[in-house]
């Protein structure tokens, strides 16, 4: 489904979407014309996610952006309720459901974006909480070179994306930017003419010119893949057994996987894909590389850190990846 944008004007911070939103009264009448809006300013703010909180009397619309939750509006309820239908309809969720939880996506277009949105609807007490989070479809920023590795970081993956067949295994805690360095590397590969499909619940972001699998159990899915002839397959996250036993079976069969795995520190992958049904013999052969990585705040160039207009009074504007590249002999 695709929303086309209204005028807007250009901010580039939080603080700039406050101050628009302060002179701005949505029409009850033009539900889609608001969620537009809505979203063109999350997106030119930085905001990750869109959040409308239900009230006895009104809706919060909040913004979450370099992690921080702001409050920026506030809406009727009528017109909470035909933006709620509205998004209900554009993810393909059933409009008619009140009562409980549902999960979906849809795709809007803001001026020359295209913008992935993952939609949650939760049951509340005052109403239905609404979660949108935001991922740019084309991921143009989604760049190896960019995401914060250092030269010869950069250089050693580049090097081991040329290996026909075994696991690169992309690691750190939840939210530490696994799958934005996941989709990175697929990027990277894609622009080596490597043939692509990947395996993922969800499906996060829309990739062009290679095939998306999307499957919540991992069973009976590697035929399906094999049927596409690919070099190489990515794995979304390995968190079941059914997820190792896909990976396997994949590098068996000649195929070189990437997967991203949640564990707080290095000395943990090991152990993991031990949980996940991997032998040691089968990682010493199998695994070719691990990127560990967290996410470091990035000081604001103009106060140094100390908060000003610019970066919204929070010392930074944005986050990068902190890498810790190893080999599987480098990992024992």
Not at 16 to 27: K, Y
Not at 36 to 52: C, H, M, N, P, R
Not at 255 to 270: H, R
Request: hydrophobic share 40%.
């Amino acid at each position: 489904v695709i929303i086309y944008s209204m005028p807007l004007s250009e901010i580039k911070t939080l603080s700039g979407a406050l101050e628009l939103f302060d002179g701005i009264s949505f029409d009850d009448n033009s539900a889609k014309e608001a969620l537009v809006y809505v979203l063109e300013g999350a997106q030119k703010s930085g905001a990750s996610d869109v959040i409308f909180l239900p009230g006895d009397e009104f809706t919060t619309l909040k913004y979450r952006t370099r992690g921080n939750l702001m409050t920026v509006k506030t809406l009727s309820v009528e017109l909470y309720n035909n933006l709620l239908r509205i998004i209900k309809n554009l993810s393909d969720l059933n409009p008619n459901e009140h009562l409980k939880v549902q999960k979906g996506k849809g795709t809007v277009e803001i001026k020359e974006s295209v913008v992935d949105i993952g939609v949650l609807i939760t049951p509340i007490d005052e109403g239905e909480k609404c979660i949108l989070g935001m991922s740019d479809s084309k991921i143009r920023k989604f760049d190896l070179e960019n995401i914060g590795l250092e030269r010869g970081d950069l250089k050693k993956i580049m090097n081991f994306c040329k290996e026909k067949n075994g696991l690169i295994l992309i690691a750190g805690e939840r939210d530490s930017g696994k799958t934005t360095t996941a989709y990175a590397l697929v990027r990277y590969l894609i622009s080596l003419d490597r043939r692509i499909v990947t395996v993922e619940n969800p499906i996060f972001y829309t990739l062009l010119d290679i095939d998306q699998i999307e499957n919540k159990e991992y069973e009976d899915t590697l035929e399906g893949v094999l049927e596409k002839d690919p070099d190489i397959v990515f794995v979304d996250k390995l968190e079941t057994r059914e997820a190792g036993e896909l990976v396997l079976r994949a590098i068996t069969n000649g195929l070189l996987v990437i997967s991203t795995v949640s564990v707080k520190g290095p000395e943990e992958v090991s152990g993991k894909l031990k949980d996940l049904g991997m032998n040691e013999f089968l990682i010493s052969k199998a695994l070719k590389l691990v990127i560990f990585q967290n996410l470091l705040g990035v000081k604001c160039p103009r106060c140094g850190g100390d908060g000003c207009r610019a970066c919204d009074r929070t010392g930074v504007t944005g986050r990068t990846g902190c890498f810790t590249i190893l080999t599987a002999e480098e990992l024992t």
